[in-house]
């Protein structure tokens, strides 16, 4: 199995008690749809989720970037996407959290 694989398995497991979250490969990665709306991405061994005004915040507390890609006419930066802080993994609950401010804000709620 694929890192990429494993990590969509593992984050799939601990989004469990979220609500049903389906995997579809994108973007040479893997977009994580919750009712519809893709509110994470994991590319590169690394999981980005969608943010928005309610949100934010804690992602600029947390110092995490926004989703950035190279092209050939430079860096191109996608300011609604942030990598979630890795240490988020190590405790459920609060990734629960932060995957649920995640969905909120693909739904266009304010979180």
């Known amino acids: 199995m694929r890192e990429?694989?494993?990590l969509t398995s593992y984050l799939l497991e601990?989004?469990?008690?979220v609500?049903?979250?389906?995997?579809r490969r994108?973007?040479?990665?893997?977009g994580l749809f919750h009712r519809g709306k893709m509110f994470g991405l994991i590319l590169c061994e690394?999981?980005?989720f969608k943010v928005g005004d309610g949100n934010r915040p804690a992602y600029e507390a947390a110092g995490e970037p926004p989703f950035s890609?190279?092209?050939r006419k430079g860096v191109h930066t996608?300011?609604?996407y942030r990598r979630c802080p890795p240490d988020l993994l190590d405790d459920s609950e609060t990734f629960q959290a932060w995957a649920r401010a995640a969905m909120e804000a693909a739904a266009g709620k304010r979180v």
């Open 78 to 80: 996608l300011h609604s």
């Open 26 to 30: 994108m973007f040479g990665g893997v």
């Open 19 to 23: 609500g049903p979250v389906s995997p």
């Open 69 to 71: 890609y190279e092209t």
């Open 46 to 48: 690394e999981l980005y």
């Open 14 to 17: 601990i989004l469990f008690p």
């Open 4 to 6: 990429a694989d494993k």
